[in-house]
């Protein structure tokens, strides 16, 4: 790399699968003294492609499966892989070191309200402070086992890699199916002694609640960030797990963390906090005029400190926006980053985390600013207007919604989703697209987003096929009660009916509990419609008898029993309607002849005796429906 040119100051393309290829990259793009990009292979070749371009970088470090798509770029790209023999015959001394504590370490692309990615410029400095930092505050050492989960493209991947390399502690490196589909990352936390791990609040909350998190024997740190950590989860995890729980918070722009706070037992607060800044860091709670609010009152969170990034790549007025001058540390040229986040200070001096002042969202942990898709929406041919919003019209399921106003012709969905993937990760693409006449604006002339219409999500043009068997009938019953839907076709597509990567990852383990056959998330990506998941479902069980493979075993009768998922629906309407009894039918029969009472009994009891629903009672136990 030094003989390419790499020294302080010169940025580094680094496009790697998970693999120790890739701590090795990172290690050496930084003992270079340069800086590297992270390019995360999973994301669209026009997006990598903007990214390298942007930064101008002239050496790509990357492996020879990966190398094609880089071809006709024009950069000098180093093989990890192929080059290895080369790279072998160099030499193994040290190099000198040539960065200091302001070169730039890394620059980590993030969503762009403008509709283009910007580069947040880290520096030595600030990295440095936040691995000691991390190290000390939670008391790592050579005896932990971390597990690398988060991806490259991402900040908080960055003292996943390096703590391990400080520590001299093992890391463990798994495969990206491993890490999306929530059964086999459990396992993995389990088979490798995992002992600290990184979690978004979305996934650690579907570990908790399905997948015995607080089962895994060595598990000592849990950190949560990204987004709000939910108070249930946290206690519910609490309740059963020895281990400490962290909620982290940091924008990129402030280097991974800035606060932190560690999870208390049975703590009575409505919402976990955020905690206090973490070292050489400060927060400051201002009003618009950058004045300091009262305790518990809501304002700006501004961070200043050694954290604090260089500013934008090639942006000196979206850095000059960010970072403005620090009026009260007193040191010239002191600056704070604006984080856009709502926050308040607790009587305790801790923060609490309130919501955004601005549109951009989390999305699973992932951040997107909803101008960067309205834009590519808005130059579309097609498209006059578009605005885009993050629903929750299902707790705990937030979909990417977009609205739309078309020029004269008619919209074409499926044509928006591929321009849109061209350019744009799998994350930030919309589930749903609703075509409206016009946007509801509010009285001052603003579009009106609490306005916008509940979209009918999964609704698709054209006929829908329905089950053609038992395996195609099993999967559309999973499908249905996943997205909420009260139908679909076995050639309706899984993603574009609002699913996404949390839920194809309990699609697959409610298919592995329903035919103990063993898919992976790639594969429903590339076959992601109940036909072509029914196919690989017969192959993979290849001949043995289906009905076998479904088994339907009686439960134990004697204690109360949970309710049908249609049974649910019934309770729920019967006390919502306050006992109308709407589902109930009524009926007279006109007799010919004699009745003959005792038979009429006897047929009655045999029915009763036949069927067990017409014995069963909806019992209320600790205010829940149960079967007796
Ligand atoms: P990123 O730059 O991707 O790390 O995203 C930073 C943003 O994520 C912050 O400005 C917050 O809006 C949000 N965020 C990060 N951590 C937390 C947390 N623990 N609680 C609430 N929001 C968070």
Redesign the pocket.
């Known amino acids: 790399l030094i003989e390419l040119g790499v020294g302080p100051e010169v940025l580094v393309g680094l496009c790697l699968e998970r693999s120790v290829a890739l701590v090795v990259g990172l290690l050496a793009i930084l003992k270079a003294g340069g800086a590297y990009v992270p390019l995360d292979p999973g994301y669209p070749g026009e997006r990598l492609a903007f990214m390298l371009e942007d930064t101008g970088a002239r050496v790509l470090v990357t492996q020879q499966s990966l190398v094609a798509q880089w071809a006709d770029l024009g950069k000098c790209a180093v093989c990890l892989d192929a080059d290895r023999r080369e790279i072998a015959a160099r030499s193994f001394v040290n190099p000198a070191r040539a960065a200091t504590a302001d070169s730039l370490a890394y620059v ?1 692309y ?1 969503s762009g309200s403008t509709g283009r990615p910007k580069g ?1 410029m880290i520096a030595h400095r600030a990295l440095v402070n936040h691995m000691v930092w991390i190290c000390r505050a939670l008391a790592l050492d050579e005896s932990d086992v971390l597990l690398q989960k988060t991806p490259i493209s ?3 991947a960055v003292w996943e890699f390096f703590a391990p390399l400080l520590l001299g502690a093992p890391l463990v490196l798994t495969s990206d199916d491993a890490i999306r589909d929530p059964v086999q990352l459990a396992a993995a936390l389990q088979k490798h002694g995992v002992t600290t791990v990184q979690l978004v ?1 979305s996934l650690f909350r579907v570990l908790t609640h399905e997948h015995g998190l607080a089962d895994c024997a060595a598990l000592k740190r849990v950190l ?6 939910p108070t249930d989860a946290a206690q519910d995890f609490l309740a059963s797990s020895p281990a400490h729980l962290y ?7 402030s280097c ?2 800035s ?1 932190w ?1 560690r999870c208390h037992r049975n703590g009575d607060r409505a919402r ?1 906090p ?1 905690g206090r800044p973490i070292a050489n860091t400060r927060a400051y709670v201002l009003d618009e005029h950058r004045q300091p609010v009262p305790v518990g009152v809501a304002g700006e ?1 501004y961070l200043g400190g050694d954290g604090l990034a260089r500013g934008y790549w090639k942006r000196p007025e979206l850095t000059a926006e960010r970072f403005v001058p620090d009026p009260f540390s007193g040191r010239a040229g002191a600056r704070l980053y604006r ?3 709502r926050v308040r200070y607790l009587a305790d001096g801790n923060i609490e ?1 309130l ?2 002042l601005d549109h ?1 969202v ?1 999305l699973r ?3 997107i600013e909803p101008g960067e898709i309205e834009a590519l929406l808005g130059e579309l041919p097609a498209v006059r207007e578009a605005v885009v919003v993050l629903r929750e019209d299902t707790a705990g399921d937030a979909r990417l919604v977009a609205y739309l106003v078309g020029r004269d012709q008619t919209i074409d969905v499926a044509a928006l989703r591929a321009a849109l993937g061209r350019t744009l990760p799998e994350t930030m693409i919309p589930t749903a697209f609703v075509v409206l006449a016009a946007l509801p604006l509010t009285p001052n002339g603003k579009i009106d987003r609490r306005a916008l219409p509940v979209p009918e999500y999964g609704q698709r043009a054209g006929v829908r096929v329905p089950a053609r068997n038992p395996v195609e009938e099993a999967v559309a019953g999973v499908w249905c009660e996943l997205l909420k839907l009260r139908e679909v076709g076995v050639h309706d597509n899984f993603f574009e009916l609002g699913g996404h990567s949390l839920l194809a990852m309990r699609l697959l383990s409610s298919l592995r509990a329903l035919f103990g056959v063993e898919l992976s998330v790639r594969s429903l990506f590339e076959a992601p419609t109940i036909a072509e998941v029914g196919e690989r479902i017969c192959t993979a069980l290849a001949g043995e008898d289906v009905a076998r493979a479904l088994p339907i075993t009686a439960l134990a009768r004697g204690a109360t029993l949970p309710l049908s998922f249609a049974q649910q629906r019934l309770w729920f309407l019967e006390r919502w309607t306050g006992g109308a009894a709407p589902y109930n039918i009524g009926r007279g029969y006109w007799v010919d002849g004699p009745l003959q009472v005792a038979r009429l009994q006897a047929a009655l009891a045999g029915l009763v005796s036949r069927h067990e629903t017409l014995r069963t009672a909806l019992v209320e136990v600790h205010g829940e429906p149960r079967q007796q």
């Open positions: 980590i993030t947040v991402a900040d908080a609040p949560c960030g990204g987004e709000a950590l909620n982290l918070y940091g924008p990129t722009e991974i963390d606060l706070w976990v955020i969170l984080t856009g986040d985390y919501g955004r951009q989390k942990g992932y951040r």
